[in-house]
């Protein structure tokens, strides 16, 4: 089956410092993929739209200087973290279809803890 | 736009209990539906899924019909145990981008022995 995997699963920095996360399909390409925020104990919420060669469609109330994304291959997306701050304390997961229009398989999530 | 209403939690039930959680969907076409099944600290997997009206997902005992009619994709397990507990997250795919989701709130489930 489909299988997309993020990495790292987690991960603690500083305040104002920055952190990567990876998102990869497996065993599929994907043009699109989708990054989702997780508060504690609250549903997930659609960040950003990522598309392959082009710019990220952020949703409405995003920070996109903040919230870096980058789909630089049909196998990986990555979310940047810039300047984290305790605020961006967060579980953030991605998703990705196999093909336009199709139904999205989730990686397993990255807890990002700032400290 | 989208939306998923989810039963409201915690939902608490003694082993080999009947579950219902409850929910409800607005969108514009006909979009997938899905449960999603996420213990604490680990990410979301995916439970059962239905493409189109009258389909019945199911999965590990678990069922869900989908229900045009009713806007509604009611979660059912006949018998429940310990090793359920975990958050359930109803969910959508957009029907014009069904990569894009949109979910529920998530209800917690607690089976107890």
């Known amino acids: 089956g489909a299988v997309v995997s993020q990495h790292p699963s987690r991960v603690i920095c500083k305040s104002g410092t920055s952190v990567k996360i990876e998102c990869r399909s497996l065993d599929f390409q994907a043009t699109t993929m989708f990054w989702y925020r997780q508060f504690p104990k609250q549903s997930l919420m659609l960040m950003a739209t990522s598309n392959e060669g082009s710019k990220a469609t952020y949703e409405q109330g995003v920070e996109k200087d903040k919230f870096l994304i980058n789909h630089a291959s049909l196998t990986l997306s990555t979310l940047t973290v810039t300047s984290a701050h305790p605020e961006d304390s967060s579980f953030y997961i991605c998703s990705a279809s196999p093909r336009t229009n199709t139904e999205a398989f989730f990686g397993q999530g990255t807890r990002l803890t700032v400290v | 736009g989208n939306s998923v209403t989810q039963m409201e939690g915690p939902v608490t039930l003694s082993e080999e209990a009947f579950l219902t959680i409850n929910c409800t969907y607005t969108?514009?076409?006909?979009?997938?539906l899905f449960w999603y099944v996420q213990y604490p600290g680990e990410g979301l997997q995916l439970l059962l899924k239905?493409?189109?009206?009258?389909d019945k997902g199911s999965n590990k005992g678990f069922e869900a019909t989908y229900r045009k009619e009713t806007t509604s994709f009611h979660l059912e397990k006949g018998s429940v145990q310990v090793s359920d507990s975990a958050v359930y997250f109803c969910?959508?795919?957009?029907?014009?981008?069904?990569?894009?989701?949109?979910f529920g709130d998530g209800t917690t489930l607690t089976v107890k022995p």
């Open positions: 969108a514009t076409g006909y979009p997938s």
């Open positions: 239905a493409t189109k009206a009258d």
């Open positions: 969910a959508l795919s957009d029907p014009t981008n069904a990569g894009k989701s949109t």
